[in-house]
């Protein structure tokens, strides 16, 4: 069975903060991949980016940084210096290699940016 | 516009009836998948395509859905006799092989059951 557990439903920052999302998931796959989406209020799904189990090197892209770790089971992503447009749904998910790469998604975090 | 499209994007239909969504994903794209989504939660898989095979459906996917994809391009997603709780947004994703769960998302087909 699959689960990716977002614990967070909503969080609010004022602009310029950090900001980490959690993200903890379940599997007894020992290939997998894990995700993270995003989707604005405009409602699209935006891609933000893809891990596969067998790399836990840790990923910085601008502002965007995501730490992976197998021996707590969790993908968190942290945005740096929150700005206004960060404001979005932003949704962890997880895939088994075997499955047709069919994404199990958590319920998501709502994050607000305030200026 | 070279994305993923869906139509229509707003249905509102009696309980009962039939509807159908249809989704044209990225064109050099050879999955396609289908999603709901229901307000607050995350999106849940229904089913996915290579090509024009199913290769797997979702245990969510009563008999009264049913999704083709012909010739590998379009797909259709019909919901027979619908009920209440199929108000949902109808999400459609494509992506290659190739970028395994890279999935670009259309914007997707509310669906209002009355």
């Known amino acids: 069975a699959q689960k990716v557990t977002q614990a967070q439903t909503e969080i609010s920052v004022v602009e310029k903060e950090d900001v980490t999302l959690d993200c903890v998931y379940e599997t007894r796959d020992t290939t997998y991949y894990l995700f993270w989406y995003k989707q604005p209020p405009s409602g699209e799904l935006v891609f933000l980016i893809r891990r596969n189990s067998f790399d836990e090197q840790n990923e910085i892209s601008g502002r965007y940084s995501w730490n992976f770790q197998k021996s707590t089971s969790s993908f968190n992503f942290t945005i740096t210096a929150s700005q206004v447009v960060d404001s979005a749904v932003y949704f962890c998910a997880l895939s088994e290699a075997d499955s047709g790469y069919a994404l199990n998604f958590g319920k998501g975090t709502s994050l607000l940016v305030t200026p | 516009d070279t994305g993923v499209s869906q139509d229509p994007r707003h249905k509102i239909t009696k309980r009962g009836q039939n509807v159908t969504f249809r989704c044209d994903p990225i064109?050099?794209?050879?999955?396609l998948y289908w999603y709901r989504q229901t307000l607050g939660q995350g999106p849940e898989f229904l089913t996915y395509f290579q090509n024009e095979a199913q290769l797997e459906k979702s245990r969510l996917l009563s008999d009264r859905f049913s999704a083709e994809r012909p010739k590998g391009s379009f797909s259709t997603l019909e919901i027979q006799r619908t009920e209440q709780g199929d108000s949902a947004m109808y999400l459609c994703?494509?992506?290659?092989?190739?970028?395994?769960?890279?999935?670009?998302f259309g914007e997707g087909s509310r669906l209002t059951v009355l």
């Open positions: 994703a494509s992506s290659l092989v190739s970028d395994p769960g890279e999935l670009f």
């Open positions: 064109s050099e794209h050879n999955r």
